[in-house]
């Protein structure tokens, strides 16, 4: 079984700032990893993902994360945050050919962006 | 017009009542979802389905339903419904394994709450 660990279920930071939400995962098997945001009445739009390709991932809005298996991470970045980035951003694995069985999420982190 | 649509988006209803949220997609996917998202807790697995004849239960199934009505819906059913089932319902499809994008493509949420 899979599991996702994101910690810090707040981050703040200042408008201009670099982004770094972290995630940990756990599985037994080569993972599938995923990050989605979720804007205040929305649903869950995928960023980006990792299956095993390049571990460096680009993904929207100049979001990107770096596959890192010797510390089972799969931290999120971004140089320079914008006040629209202000969202709640979920960390999810799957092991399962890229999530056919269902993904597994983080409890998410909640980002604040400081004017 | 979304690709994957809820039916209600709200929806406030007493204990032991029965109620159904129903899903339905335009993006011809056999692999559809149903999530709980509860505040701190992330979005857990709750049924999914391979196709109109596969039906899964996922993490937390105790309480819930599900019916696969054709390809394009899928139909999440509480029996009788308790205040801790209180959260907001995603459905879900996903892309075939045979296409290797791994995503899944997220509605807009149906926020239940049971008083």
């Known amino acids: 079984a899979q599991s996702v660990t994101q910690l810090g279920s707040h981050v703040s930071v200042s408008e201009g700032a670099l982004v770094l939400l972290r995630c940990n995962y756990s599985?037994?098997?080569?993972?599938?990893l995923f990050w989605y945001v979720q804007y205040p009445n929305q649903g869950l739009q995928l960023l980006l993902k990792?299956?095993?390709?390049?571990?460096l991932v680009k993904g929207i809005n100049d979001f990107e994360a770096e596959f890192k298996k010797s510390e089972t991470s799969f931290h999120l970045t971004k140089p320079s945050a914008h006040m629209s980035d202000a969202a709640e951003y979920f960390c999810?694995?799957?092991?399962?050919?890229?999530?056919?069985?269902?993904?597994?999420f983080g409890k998410g982190t909640h980002l604040i962006i400081q004017p | 017009d979304a690709d994957v649509t809820q039916t209600p988006r709200n929806r406030i209803t007493k204990t032991g009542k029965r109620i159904m949220l129903e899903c339905s997609q335009t993006?011809?996917?056999?692999?559809m979802y149903w999530y709980r998202q509860d505040p701190g807790l992330g979005l857990r697995l709750i049924y999914y389905?391979?196709?109109?004849?596969?039906?899964n239960k996922g993490e937390i199934s105790d309480g819930y339903s599900v019916s696969r009505q054709a390809q394009a819906k899928f139909s999440l059913s509480l029996e009788s419904a308790i205040p801790n089932q209180t959260a907001l319902y995603f459905c879900?499809?996903?892309?075939?394994?045979?296409?290797?994008?791994?995503?899944?493509?997220f509605g807009p949420g149906t926020r239940l709450t049971v008083t």
């Open positions: 879900a499809t996903s892309d075939p394994p045979r296409t290797g994008l791994y995503e899944q493509y």
């Open positions: 599985s037994s098997v080569p993972p599938y």
């Open positions: 990792y299956t095993s390709a390049a571990t």
């Open positions: 999810a694995v799957s092991d399962s050919g890229g999530g056919a069985d269902g993904l597994t």
């Open positions: 993006k011809g996917h056999d692999r």
């Open positions: 389905s391979f196709d109109v004849k596969d039906i």
